[in-house]
């Protein structure tokens, strides 16, 4: 009984001293890119970007309903500083199921969760982080289930790799690493047969939930968009409109990217040169003197005990990050990356436990809190390099921006631009009701060319360009802002 509330003590401040850092430093505005679009969707239950996130905007939809306070964007950021702790929490607990002593376990936690790129990524909406959290807290029940054989523990781990599919599928990419961890232990046929059927309740109801929220946004034309004529399948409301057949494997494969082409080709050695070129500066930035070394090292300690357990840490850690880092239109590969610096903040934990058993009676003791506090430093020379972090809590930039649109443009006008400067835009109109009736198109300025002349005798028509749009055949164009992206107007 007492080990057992040791352990809980141990996972509570695992937790909760990452949660204050990384809540302090959450952005409170709005954001560009991927981050606007989810700051949307979320609060609009609409349909986010590939690969559809069915559980994630269920997630941010209660979660920015239910918290009263600060902006819709800034409590969608949260959610991600809440899941990184928890990723946090599930690195402590694993350690200390692989009895790693109680200090180390903690501050090998804490160098996970201040690792620059993962700290700078639990400071904005991201869906990477609650798949991240919820794939390792069935990794942590998936080592129970080795450790100590509880069917409860089995079942819990297929279960919460359920969920995790239905936040984001690629959790798969962790998720294969804990399939090779279960396999440690025999698996008892009725138990697990049982929890994978429910397993597979779990993700086929999560992913039906995108044909039907998009059937039911284009019946009730919630989309503005459906207005100018265009077919349904546009970004925020109803992106790639899944209740087609085409457009629901478009959305949930991403095949539009071929995925599948970078998956087969993981285990080349041009794959995994990449990955290492990508990663291994990163990760000596962030495990210095040698740590980020110290990491396989005690993986390779713990595949003594437990081949398949050390095993399946590394290829949790290791093939997300290798996707992230090979896939050609990955624009932030860091993102595939937390389970690999989880698994190396466990390694490194693995590597300070077997050290510590190199000693005996009072000297172990201080043994243990030495390595300790150097895990505890790796966390502060982390801390001391986080100054861009403050300083980019409170940008305004996203915001202004759709300020300087609405200054620019009448209240009842069509703005074309592309995804990076539509999201913040979608989430003025969406979310904060301060766009007017203004139609958000998220394309290219030539994408729809065809429509232009229609669309500028109904409305005024502006266009979002970072290069001067193509002429508008028939039409005069009127520079409204000449910055960098321009804001132009087609006359009719």
């Known amino acids: 009984m007492f080990l057992r509330f040791r352990t809980r003590i141990a996972v509570a401040i695992a937790f ?35 690969t559809g996130f069915p559980l994630y905007v269920v997630a941010g939809w209660l979660w920015t309903h239910v918290i009263p306070f600060a902006a819709v964007a800034a409590r969608l950021n949260a959610l991600s500083a809440v899941a990184i702790a928890g990723g946090a929490a ?38 990477h982080p609650l798949g991240f959290a919820l794939a390792f807290a069935a990794i942590v029940c998936a080592v129970r289930w ?14 919460i790799a359920a969920v995790a599919i239905g936040v984001d599928n690629t959790s798969v990419l962790i998720l294969a690493g804990g399939a090779i961890i279960a396999l440690q232990r025999r698996l008892p046929l009725r138990t697990f047969a049982t929890a994978a059927a429910a397993g597979l309740v779990i993700v086929v109801a999560a992913y039906a939930l995108l044909p039907l929220r998009s059937a039911q946004v284009t019946a009730a034309r919630l989309d503005p968009t459906l207005s100018l004529g265009l077919p349904p399948g546009r970004p925020f409301w109803d992106d790639h409109h899944p209740s087609s057949r085409k457009g629901f494997l478009a959305l949930v494969g991403g095949t539009a990217f071929a995925p599948g082409t970078t998956l087969r080709r993981l285990g080349s050695r041009k794959s995994l040169a990449t990955g290492a070129a990508h990663y291994a500066p990163l990760l000596n930035a962030d495990f210095p003197l040698g740590l980020a070394l110290a990491a396989p090292l005690g993986l390779a300690l713990w595949a003594r005990r437990q081949p398949l357990v050390a095993l399946g840490l590394a290829v949790a850690g290791a093939v997300p990050a290798l996707f992230g880092a090979t896939y050609p239109v990955e624009a932030d ?10 698994v190396c903040a466990i390694g490194l934990a693995f590597a300070a436990s077997a050290a ?26 982390d801390i001391a390099r986080s100054g861009e972090l403050w300083a ?6 996203a915001a202004v921006w759709g300020e300087e649109v609405a200054e620019l443009t009448r209240s009842d006008a069509i703005v074309v631009a592309p995804w990076l400067y539509a999201t913040p835009l979608a989430y003025r109109a969406y979310v904060e009701h301060a766009f007017g009736s203004r139609i958000v198109v998220c394309a290219w300025s030539d994408d729809y ?19 001067p749009p193509p002429p508008v055949w028939g039409h005069q164009m009127r520079v409204l802002s000449a910055g960098f992206p321009g804001v132009y107007e087609v006359l009719p």
């Open 16 to 50: 909760a001293v990452p949660l204050v850092g990384l809540l302090a430093t959450v952005r409170t505005s709005v954001g560009f890119w991927d981050t606007g679009d989810l700051q949307t969707v979320a609060w609009i239950a609409g349909i986010p970007y590939p």
């Open 90 to 127: 599930a690195v402590c607990a694993i350690a200390l199921l692989c009895d790693v002593p109680a200090m180390i376990a903690v501050a090998a936690a804490w160098t996970f969760a201040f690792s620059a790129p993962v700290w700078l990524r639990a400071s904005y909406a991201d869906v």
């Open 146 to 159: 080795v450790q100590r054989g509880g069917r409860r523990d089995l079942v819990a781990a297929i279960v």
């Open 333 to 342: 590969p860091e993102r595939y990356a937390f389970a690999l610096y989880a």
């Open 356 to 381: 510590v058993g190199l000693f005996r009676d009072r000297s172990r003791v201080f043994a243990e809190a030495a390595l300790a506090l150097v895990l505890v430093a790796v966390t502060g020379n």
């Open 392 to 397: 980019e809590r409170d940008d305004p930039s």
């Open 449 to 467: 060319i065809a429509s232009y002349a229609r669309w500028s005798r109904m409305r005024q028509l502006v266009i979002v360009a970072e290069e």
